[in-house]
């Protein structure tokens, strides 16, 4: 459920935008103080903010303008001014919409939803975050292409950090080595297995402290190799 702030000193209006948002499933918090509604604005976790402009303490355009210094949901600001410049200048310090007094609640719950619904699809566009694999040290960066082990990066060519990746991903799975050339090299062996064998050395040069005695790839002799978990 969204929830909404609310910072209006005219209780009657505040009541009546309450009621209609209430009733259309949103959670709604009033505050009659400009401070102090900048106060709750800033501590408090809401979906969309409702100022008005004319406020006791502080107005409008002061609130707007420090509380865009740290959050980013929708404010929609309201005022009984009709003028451009009040417009202009509310939009200017960051203001998502400006509706001027007297206005019907049901406008104002309509573009409450279109403006929850396009921040929503903002933030759902933003990139998502790194896809990561962390063993006993060892951190792969799947997303980056970057590999560290015990807080130190270490470069990797493309076939070698491939061969960690897919080998990272199934732990306790053994593959020969005609399998690994095939997943990685995307092409069947024909004799080059030992492409494989180089290619686990070089990555255990890079990653196992002691690669006689290996922490990560466990050779299965006879078979191939194992990830160890």
């Not at 918090?29 to 406020?55: V, Y």
């Not at 403006?115 to 933003?126: D, T």
């Not at 998502?128 to 990797?156: C, H, Q, S, Y």
């Amino acid at each position: 459920m969204s929830r909404i702030l609310i910072i209006e000193d005219e209780v009657s209006i505040a009541e009546l935008e309450k009621d209609y948002l209430e009733l259309s499933g949103f959670e709604v918090e009033l505050e009659e103080d400009g401070k102090k509604g900048l106060e709750r604005a800033l501590t408090d976790n809401f979906d969309l903010l409702i100022l008005d402009l004319m406020l006791p303490g502080m107005d409008g355009f002061e609130i707007c303008r420090k509380f865009r210094e740290t959050k980013n949901i929708p404010i929609i600001m309201i005022s009984a001014k009709k003028e451009d410049i009040d417009k202009i200048r509310g939009l200017g310090l960051g203001a998502d919409d400006y509706m001027t007094k007297p206005f019907s609640p049901s406008e104002m719950v309509a573009r409450v939803k279109a403006h929850l619904a396009r921040y929503e699809r903002l933030i759902g566009s933003s990139f998502p975050e790194n896809e990561i694999i962390e063993i006993r040290g060892l951190k792969i960066d799947k997303t980056a292409r970057r590999v560290w082990i015990n807080g130190e990066e270490k470069n990797f060519t493309t076939k070698e950090f491939d061969l960690l990746t897919f080998l990272a991903q199934n732990p306790n799975h053994v593959f020969t080595k005609e399998e690994l050339f095939s997943k990685i090299w995307d092409m069947e062996s024909i004799g080059d297995i030992a492409t494989v064998t180089v290619h686990i050395k070089k990555i255990r040069e890079k990653i196992e402290f002691n690669t006689a005695k290996p922490l990560y790839i466990e050779t299965i002799w006879g078979v191939g190799y194992r990830f160890k978990m």
